[in-house]
Structure formats: structure tokens, C-alpha cells
């Protein structure tokens, strides 16, 4: 029922219309609508919500690789995401993750849209992992002037450009990530510099799949104390996913809500990092959330039947009197 207050101003339902008053002005909106959720809608959902949570954590990992992401990074992570684990080879629909996903489609993930990393930093590179397990970056030539494009109005002649590699492997069943390393290459002013292969120390867990990252960060030097001032910012902070590699061993699917504790990695425990993902609970919760929409249609299929049946036997008419 909608009334009207003292100041003239409608609050309230009316019919399929809402009215409420927002700084001193009416807003009308309709009601919204209920829909039905089949088991392929809730399967999706369940993805869907699985891919945003895990979106999330990448997002979260990475931070100190691309220090200021665009509005829109969220949106776009999530989408690649889905897309990998639609691309699934393997798992059922709404019980599977991103350690059954086809990772290719993270590459060239870029976290800053305003300043892509390949339109900003024209270098050539690769990665590849040996078969013992070590991560390697191979750089190609690159000449600061002419293959960077900086900010507008910015000099790069007395400026530091530090290219930061990052490694991170995560472990989404067991619900942690592991800093595995970051590499930084500074140079200084206008240069060249021949091409290189930078390799990581730290091997890749079996369990764990892996990304690397590449960014490019730019430095002023202040003379008088010899600081450096980051100068990235929200307009500009290239970043992106420029390698990726799939879990070769993963650990199993929880049965249970996951535990973590550190103490169950020993001499890993400062590298590993909790993650807050909800994509297990998810899975988890799935078949109850399937039996629970078959039970409300199974119910309401039951409840027609006997309708049905109560109007064949005249127990129940619509005649008017």
C-alpha cells in the first residue's frame, strides 16, 4: 500500500510499482520479478560465482605488480576466468575449477586497460618452464626512447624504467597462493640493452598452477636525497598476465569446508598466503541446492496432480453462483 507523507512525497507498493522519495524527489521502479531456476541455471551460477571468486584472489595476488588497476578490471578477469573453465576439458558443469581450465585464455590478461602493456612496452618475450620445474623469462632488445611509450609530457631521459616480472602459483582446492618471486630489470635514462633470459629461483608446486605477470613501472629521482617517487598511477600502470601453466599433479576436490593452516606447509609458511575464496563452498553446496529446486518442482508438480484429480472427481469447481 503506498501512502502519502507531509511533504507531499509517495512511500511505498502500488500494484506492480514501488514508490520511494531519494533527495527530495519521487523514484517509481517496478517490482522484480522471480525467476525459475532450472539445474542448468544453477549450474551456471554456480560457475559463475566460482570464477568471480576466483578472479578475486588473482586480483588480490597481484597487487604488487600493478599497483593501480582501471574500473573495470574486475569485470574483465572474472569474464576470462569463466571462459577457462567453460573451455574445461574435463569436470562436470558446476563441480569443476580453474585447475581444470584452460589457462591460454588468462595470457595477455591486462589489469590496467588505460595503458596496456603491449601498446606501452614494445619488447618481444617468452616464457617457458623446464622440465624440473623452473620458470624462465626470455627478454628480446629494447631501446627505452623509442620502445616506451610514457605518459604524455613525461621525459624519460632522467627517469628509472623498472620492468618487474612476478611468479605465483595458487592451489584453489586447498586454498592458498604461493609468492614464488619477482625479478626487476632498471634502467636508466635513454638506452639499449641486448636481450635476456631471466629465470626463477623457485620451483612450481606439482599441485599449484602457475601465472607470471610482466609490468612496467616508471621513477623519478629526487637529487637532493637521492629517493626514487613512483610515478605510476591510475592512468597509467601496465600490467599483465604473460605466461601461464596448468596444475600437473592437483590436489583433490575438498569434501568439507577447507581448513588452512600454514603449519601444514612446513618452511613455506611465510611465502603462502590464505586466499578468501568461496568457489569450494560453491561445489560444495551444489547437489543441496539441485535437490531443493527438484523437491519445490516435484512439490508443486504433487500438489497440481491432486488438484487435477480433486477436479475430475468434482470435489472442487469453478462454476460461479
Same mark, same amino acid.
Given at each position: 500500500?503506498?501512502?502519502i507523507?507531509?511533504?507531499?512525497?509517495?512511500?511505498?507498493?502500488?500494484?506492480?510499482?514501488?514508490?520511494?522519495?531519494?533527495?527530495?524527489?519521487?523514484?517509481?521502479?517496478?517490482?522484480?520479478?522471480?525467476?525459475?531456476?532450472?539445474?542448468?541455471?544453477?549450474?551456471?551460477?554456480?560457475?559463475?560465482?566460482?570464477?568471480?571468486?576466483?578472479?578475486?584472489?588473482?586480483?588480490?595476488?597481484?597487487?604488487?605488480?600493478?599497483?593501480?588497476?582501471?574500473?573495470?578490471?574486475?569485470?574483465?578477469?572474472?569474464?576470462?576466468?569463466?571462459?577457462?573453465?567453460?573451455?574445461?576439458a574435463?569436470?562436470?558443469?558446476?563441480?569443476?575449477d580453474?585447475?581444470?581450465?584452460?589457462?591460454?585464455?588468462?595470457?595477455?590478461?591486462?589489469?590496467?586497460?588505460?595503458?596496456?602493456?603491449?601498446?606501452?612496452?614494445?619488447?618481444?618475450? %617468452?616464457?617457458?618452464? &623446464? =622440465?624440473?620445474?623452473?620458470?624462465? @623469462? !626470455?627478454?628480446? $632488445?629494447?631501446?627505452t626512447?623509442?620502445?616506451?611509450?610514457?605518459?604524455?609530457?613525461?621525459?624519460?631521459?632522467?627517469?628509472?624504467?623498472r620492468?618487474?616480472?612476478?611468479?605465483?602459483?595458487?592451489?584453489?582446492?586447498?586454498?592458498?597462493?604461493?609468492?614464488?618471486?619477482f625479478?626487476?630489470?632498471?634502467?636508466?635514462?635513454?638506452?639499449?640493452?641486448?636481450?635476456?633470459?631471466?629465470?626463477?629461483?623457485?620451483?612450481?608446486?606439482?599441485?599449484?598452477?602457475?601465472?607470471?605477470?610482466?609490468?612496467?613501472?616508471?621513477?623519478?629521482?629526487?637529487?637532493?636525497?637521492?629517493?626514487?617517487?613512483?610515478?605510476?598511477?591510475?592512468?597509467?600502470?601496465?600490467?599483465?598476465?604473460?605466461?601461464?601453466?596448468? %596444475?600437473?599433479?592437483? &590436489? =583433490?576436490?575438498?569434501?568439507?569446508? @577447507? !581448513?588452512?593452516? $600454514?603449519?601444514?606447509?612446513?618452511?613455506?609458511?611465510?611465502?603462502?598466503?590464505?586466499?578468501?575464496?568461496?568457489?569450494?563452498?560453491?561445489?560444495?553446496?551444489?547437489?543441496?541446492?539441485?535437490?531443493?529446486?527438484?523437491?519445490?518442482?516435484?512439490?508443486?508438480?504433487s500438489?497440481?496432480?491432486?488438484?487435477?484429480h480433486?477436479?475430475?472427481?468434482?470435489?472442487?469447481?469453478?462454476?460461479?453462483?
Open positions: 500500500m503506498a501512502t507523507d507531509n511533504k507531499g512525497m509517495i512511500h511505498g507498493t502500488a500494484g506492480s510499482v514501488i514508490y520511494r522519495a531519494y533527495r527530495g524527489k519521487n523514484i517509481i521502479q517496478g517490482k522484480a520479478k522471480t525467476f525459475k531456476q532450472t539445474e542448468k541455471t544453477i549450474r551456471s551460477a554456480t560457475e559463475f560465482g566460482l570464477s568471480s571468486s576466483a578472479a578475486a584472489v588473482i586480483r588480490v595476488a597481484f597487487e604488487p605488480a600493478y599497483f593501480f588497476k582501471d574500473g573495470t578490471a574486475a569485470y574483465r578477469s572474472t569474464q576470462l576466468v569463466y571462459r577457462s573453465i567453460l573451455n574445461s574435463s569436470g562436470e558443469k558446476g563441480k569443476r580453474l585447475h581444470d581450465g584452460d589457462l591460454s585464455l588468462l595470457r595477455g590478461l591486462d589489469f590496467n586497460a588505460n595503458s596496456k602493456l603491449h601498446e606501452v612496452l614494445k619488447m618481444s618475450h %617468452s616464457v617457458s618452464k &623446464s =622440465e624440473e620445474g623452473m620458470v624462465s @623469462v !626470455n627478454l628480446g $632488445s629494447l631501446n626512447q623509442t620502445q616506451i611509450k610514457r605518459p604524455k609530457g613525461a621525459s624519460g631521459a632522467y627517469m628509472i624504467h620492468i618487474r616480472l612476478m611468479l605465483i602459483a595458487f592451489n584453489f582446492r586447498e586454498e592458498y597462493y604461493e609468492n614464488l618471486g625479478q626487476d630489470v632498471d634502467l636508466e635514462g635513454y638506452q639499449n640493452i641486448e636481450g635476456q633470459v631471466i629465470t626463477f629461483d623457485e620451483k612450481i608446486p606439482v599441485d599449484c598452477l602457475a601465472l607470471v605477470s610482466m609490468s612496467l613501472m616508471l621513477y623519478s629521482t629526487v637529487s637532493q636525497t637521492n629517493e626514487s617517487v613512483l610515478l605510476n598511477s591510475k592512468e597509467f600502470s601496465p600490467c599483465a598476465i604473460i605466461g601461464v601453466f596448468q %596444475s600437473e599433479n592437483s &590436489s =583433490e576436490y575438498p569434501k568439507k569446508e @577447507v !581448513n588452512y593452516q $600454514s603449519a601444514d606447509y612446513p618452511g613455506r609458511e611465510e611465502k603462502i598466503k590464505e586466499m578468501f575464496y568461496k568457489g569450494n563452498l560453491l561445489m560444495l553446496g551444489l547437489d543441496n541446492r539441485i535437490v531443493k529446486q527438484a523437491w519445490e518442482i516435484g512439490k508443486k508438480i500438489l497440481n496432480e491432486t488438484v487435477r480433486a477436479i475430475q472427481k468434482g470435489r472442487i469447481s469453478f462454476k460461479q453462483k
